[in-house]
């Protein structure tokens, strides 16, 4: 077990047990920036959608702590907990994302600077089914392995491993479409 690992139930412990009321705090920031990058990512980009659906988060996991049993990480968990947060939302929404609603953006001459890289980056999260744009967002932008991917989604990893490949595939072909190699 890491040392990490071990912090995260220490914490865990001491706000079921009401022993430190800072403990919860602790969590918060330890985790916040990678809640708050999941939902930009599945927002599109959405900084006051994702800081609400984050701060949501935490106060279901707030909430909910007592259930936690440490079968797996507590990142895993609150993962787990934001996934949910995002389909209640989508359900609550009825979300569609159209097709036609991607505007292709694109420098002169095929040169890409930051901003069009990231807009161009939305743009193809945007032709993803909300599973796939999951899939990809957990494991390429947040670098979680396919197991905990799977664990978070409720999903057999070969599900995932089919989600990722045809996000992978829609994506590059958008990209390669407006100018990216």
Same mark, same amino acid.
């Given at each position: 077990m890491? $040392?990490?690992? /071990?912090?995260?139930?220490s914490l865990?412990? @001491?706000v079921?047990?009401?022993a430190?009321g800072?403990a919860? &705090?602790?969590?918060?920031?330890?985790y916040?920036?990678?809640?708050r990058?999941?939902?930009l990512?599945?927002?599109?980009?959405?900084?006051?959608?994702?800081?609400?659906?984050?701060q949501?988060?935490?106060?279901?996991a707030?909430r909910?702590?007592a259930?936690f049993?440490?079968?797996?990480s507590?990142?895993?968990?609150?993962?787990?907990i934001a996934?949910?947060?995002? $389909?209640?939302? /989508?359900r609550?929404?009825h979300q569609?994302? @159209?097709?036609?609603?991607a505007?292709?953006?694109?420098?002169? &001459?095929?040169?890409?600077?930051?901003?069009?890289?990231?807009i161009d980056?939305?743009?193809?999260?945007?032709?993803l089914?909300?599973?796939?744009?999951?899939?990809?967002t957990l494991?390429y932008?947040?670098?979680?392995?396919i197991?905990q991917v799977?664990?978070i989604?409720s999903?057999?990893?070969s599900t995932?491993?089919?989600?990722?490949s045809?996000?992978?595939?829609?994506?590059?072909?958008?990209?390669?479409?407006?100018g990216?190699?």
């Open positions: 890491n $040392l990490s690992k /071990l912090n995260d139930l865990v412990a @001491q079921i047990a009401g430190n800072r919860f &705090e602790l969590l918060v920031r330890k916040q920036g990678q809640v990058r999941f939902f990512h599945q927002t599109l980009g959405d900084r006051m959608q994702s800081d609400d659906l984050s949501e988060t935490f106060i279901k707030y909910q702590i259930s049993r440490s079968l797996s507590f990142q895993t968990w609150l993962y787990s996934y949910n947060v995002w $389909l209640d939302h /989508l609550a929404k569609t994302i @159209q097709l036609d609603e505007l292709p953006v694109a420098s002169e &001459e095929g040169k890409h600077n930051a901003v069009d890289m990231k980056l939305y743009e193809a999260l945007k032709l089914t909300d599973t796939e744009r999951t899939c990809i494991f932008l947040d670098d979680l392995p197991r799977a664990n989604t999903m057999p990893e995932v491993k089919s989600h990722l045809r996000g992978k595939q829609k994506m590059a072909t958008y990209l390669k479409q407006h990216y190699e």
